[in-house]
């Protein structure tokens, strides 16, 4: 098929010790029902036939010198002998092959040849718990293994030394290259491989950005990461929002096995950054609060812009000072005190992969641009429900009033726009900026910390200037122990839809009853929720009421 394509393909291949892939063949077709009907008589044999009557059947070619044949396209048919003289030579003209009982080192050789970040760690899949050894076989079961596998035995043999060659010239390159010992140990050899991945990526000479979005619907510049999941969408769509009810799961990727993942982005290194990401799960919400993100090994302060159900926005500031070394990109690492399995939390799970952090999207761009719109907050915020209630509070709002909403909310009126005209006239232009303008009052609390996963700040209700406030339906334990404190301070709800109601004191504009259908679900959805919090909802509803008579009193 090779000879068909526009330009020569590249091969690789891993080789295993023949007599274990014939047990583990025979175990895996005993366990697992094929897909493909051409294989299902096997799956039948495996299941009433012991080891030794599977591999003595003549017809089960699966038994008998299979890599061989592969490795061959058995181009000789009827001349076995000439299917290992022609194995082993395109075995030589692989650009790479590995050997399973020798994987770490495969991966090893696999990243010198091409390049490639060196893999870190790794987790077996698919192991089968009570598996047929070699010592368990009878030596009659194990002589025919051999004899219907003389050709791959010699090959493997074969293989193994010309792996050995290719991996200690590999040493011996890195060594002299980069210096150290002729017998490095794996960390030693890791820190070679990455040495050798970093001047093979500044040899791409690929042009440092100060703007990028970069979704995991692609190949990953990095280590720590599993196999990419879910629909291919648009990489500016693929962060849509989550709280809405999106129709398609966007393209992410799980952190694992291990705790730390990196992502090596080609950045400029002479200006301050602003990184946001997406994460659109989560295996525990405690392996979420211990995220760290760094920047060259430089942790970042980090802000939770947005925390809703399994969705969460989070932005590290990334300063100059921070950008700047040798590598020819920028090192991000996402590190948590932990990875699980789904198989660990649920034993019904078949899932067994070690994973920490899904994510979907990640978006870098200039600090001082931090004030417009970036990606992943338009992708959440381009839902008609969160424009409506933009659009709304951009046309009501005036200069000196304050905002109790979401933090990624608020971020769009930290000030008055700029070019806006000195009778107070609101520019209604697309893509105008909110400036901070010490003038106004207008000011977030600071953000809440990383841990604590909150989208709102309830002191910012006690801030006189404090006119307006935006609550998310879907937000309850956040925004429910508020509800009283508006009403008593004379906050009215003047416009709602399927996610939000914004309530407003001190304004001309007309209240909306509390009978409309968009704002019953928000106190019902309330007393559900403390029906289902509490023992007794009531006693906790008659607290919450002389708490906030007694707060009234004290400030009269």
Same mark, same amino acid.
């Given at each position: 098929m090779g000879e068909l394509l526009p330009r020569p393909p590249v091969y690789l291949t891993m080789l295993r010790q023949p007599i274990e892939r014939v047990i583990s063949g025979y175990e895996f077709m005993r366990r697992n029902v094929p897909s493909r009907d051409e294989a299902m008589p096997n799956h039948v044999k495996a299941n009433a036939m012991t080891l030794k009557e599977y591999v003595s059947d003549a017809d089960n070619l699966s038994m008998a010198n299979s890599q061989t044949r592969h490795l061959s396209s058995s181009l000789y048919k009827d001349d076995p002998e000439q299917w290992l003289a022609i194995a082993q030579q395109h075995l030589q003209d692989f650009a790479c092959f590995g050997l399973v009982e020798r994987f770490q080192d495969s991966m090893a050789l696999l990243a010198y040849t091409f390049g490639w970040n060196p893999l870190a760690e790794f987790q077996n899949l698919m192991v089968a718990p009570r598996r047929l050894k070699q010592d368990q076989l009878e030596p009659e079961t194990l002589d025919i293994i051999t004899q219907r596998n003389a050709l791959d035995v010699t090959l493997y043999q074969f293989a193994q030394d010309l792996f050995e060659q290719r991996y200690r010239q590999m040493v011996d390159t890195l060594t002299a290259t980069y210096g150290g010992s002729s017998t490095p140990d794996a960390a030693q050899l890791q820190n070679l491989l990455d040495h050798h991945y970093q001047r093979r990526v500044q040899e791409q000479a690929i042009a440092p950005q100060s703007k990028l979005i970069f979704d995991f619907n692609r190949a990953i510049a990095g280590s720590g990461w599993h196999v990419r999941e879910g629909g291919t969408i648009d990489s500016h769509t693929s962060h849509t929002s989550h709280t809405d009810g999106p129709s398609q799961t966007p393209t992410f990727r799980w952190t694992g096995p291990g705790r730390l993942a990196t992502l090596d982005l080609p950045l400029v290194q002479d200006q301050d950054l602003v990184m946001e990401c997406c994460i659109i799960n989560a295996l525990s919400v405690e392996v979420l609060r211990s995220l760290t993100i760094c920047a060259n090994g430089h942790p970042l302060d980090l802000t939770v812009l947005f925390h809703h159900e399994q969705l969460t926005i989070v932005r590290g500031q990334m300063p100059q000072s921070l950008l700047a070394s040798d590598f020819p990109f920028v090192r991000l690492s996402f590190e948590c005190d932990r990875t699980l399995s789904p198989h660990d939390l649920n034993p019904n799970e078949p899932d067994t992969r070690r994973v920490g952090l899904a994510f979907s999207v990640i978006q870098i761009y200039p600090a001082v641009e931090q004030g417009e719109w970036g990606a992943i907050a338009t992708g959440l915020l381009s839902s008609h429900p969160w424009t409506e209630t933009l659009t709304f509070i951009q046309h009501a709002i005036?200069?000196?009033?304050?905002?109790?909403? %979401? @933090?990624? /909310?608020?971020?769009?009126?930290?000030?008055?726009?700029?070019?806006? *005209?000195?009778?107070?006239?609101?520019?209604?232009?697309?893509?105008?900026?909110?400036?901070?303008?010490?003038?106004?009052?207008?000011?977030?609390?600071?953000?809440?910390?990383?841990?604590?996963?909150?989208?709102?700040? %309830? @002191?910012? /209700?006690?801030?006189?200037?404090?006119?307006?406030?935006?609550?998310? *339906?879907?937000?309850?334990?956040?925004?429910?122990p508020c509800l009283l404190k508006l009403w008593l301070k004379g906050f009215v709800p003047v416009q709602a839809n399927e996610v939000f109601v914004t309530f407003a004191r001190c304004t001309s504009l007309n209240a909306l009853p509390y009978s409309h259908p968009h704002i019953q679900p928000l106190y019902r959805g309330y007393i559900k929720y403390l029906l289902q919090q509490s023992r007794h909802p009531w006693d906790m509803l008659g607290n919450r009421l002389k708490y906030w008579l007694k707060q009234k009193s004290g400030r009269v």
């Open positions: 005036h200069p000196g009033q304050s905002i109790f909403a %979401p @933090t990624l /909310l608020q971020e769009q009126f930290l000030g008055k726009r700029e070019g806006e *005209k000195a009778k107070g006239e609101r520019g209604k232009a697309k893509g105008e900026v909110f400036a901070p303008s010490p003038h106004l009052p207008i000011s977030l609390s600071p953000h809440p910390p990383f841990s604590t996963l909150r989208n709102y700040t %309830p @002191t910012q /209700l006690d801030n006189p200037h404090c006119t307006w406030a935006i609550l998310h *339906k879907g937000m309850l334990p956040e925004v429910g």
